[in-house]
T-cell receptor, first 113, second 112 residues
Framework: AQSVTQPDIHITVSEGASLELRCNYS??????LFWYVQSPGQGLQLLLK??????LVQGIKGFEAEFKRSQSSFNLRKPSVHWSDAAEYFC???????????FGRGTSLIVHP | DAGVTQSPTHLIKTRGQQVTLRCSPI?????VSWYQQVLGQGPQFIFQ???????GRGNFPDRFSARQFPNYSSELNVNALLLGDSALYLC???????????FGPGTRLTVT
């Protein structure tokens, strides 16, 4: 069975600082990987996805993520965080063809001015 | 294009009651999924429907049921509500042949 671990429950950064949110997955074959963002009281919005090919993927709002098969990781990065990036971030994994993702428990990003 | 819509926005029910939540997918999306999100956790998969057929079911009791209509909208029903059913219920739709999900704003259910 597939699973996702987001080891950091909370991350606090200063505005303008760089950001990296960690995600580790467990799945035998090549997974489909996603990052979603959820603002308070809102649904989830897709930031980026990885299916195959280039292991560095670009997303919306200046985010990027790198797939590392050897480490079973798909970490989310942003070079300079804005106050509006404060939200909950979820990593998700899907076995190819299932159409049903498994979500991590999320990482809450707090941005200090 | 309008996004995924859900109704109602908020709902308060009493233990033992039944509730129906509604979802309209993005136009052209034939797949609808339902998730339960408890505070502080990620979304937990409940059901997925595609072309009115159940394509997947998560680890939820039989008190939870769903259906999809010919216009691809969907309903989630929960019977015999328990306090533990209090959560944000999210609906998501997916374009044909794609894997990313487009989420609605959710229905906040409170069971007292």
């Amino acid at each position: 069975a597939q699973s996702v671990t987001q080891p950091d429950i909370h991350i606090t950064v200063s505005e303008g600082a760089s950001l990296e949110l960690r995600c580790n997955y467990s799945y035998g074959a090549t997974p489909y990987l996603f990052w979603y963002v959820q603002s308070p009281g809102q649904g989830l919005q897709l930031l980026l996805k990885y299916f195959s090919g280039d292991t560095l993927v670009q997303g919306i709002k200046g985010f990027e993520a790198e797939f590392k098969r050897s480490q079973s990781s798909f970490n989310l990065r942003k070079p300079s965080v804005h106050w509006s990036d404060a939200a909950e971030y979820f990593c998700a994994v899907e076995s190819g063809g299932s159409y049903i993702p498994t979500f991590g428990r999320g990482t809450s990003l707090i941005v200090h001015p | 294009d309008a996004g995924v819509t859900q109704s109602p926005t908020h709902l308060i029910k009493t233990r033992g009651q039944q509730v129906t939540l509604r979802c309209s997918p993005i136009s052209g999306h034939k797949s609808v999924s339902w998730y339960q999100q408890v505070l502080g956790q990620g979304p937990q998969f409940i059901f997925q429907y595609y072309e009115k057929e159940e394509r997947g079911r998560g680890n939820f009791p039989d008190r939870f049921s769903a259906r999809q209509f010919p216009n691809y909208s969907s309903e989630l029903n929960v019977n015999a509500l328990l306090l533990g059913d209090s959560a944000l219920y999210l609906c998501a739709s997916t374009p044909d042949g794609r894997y990313e999900q487009y989420f609605g704003p959710g229905t906040r259910l409170t069971v007292t």
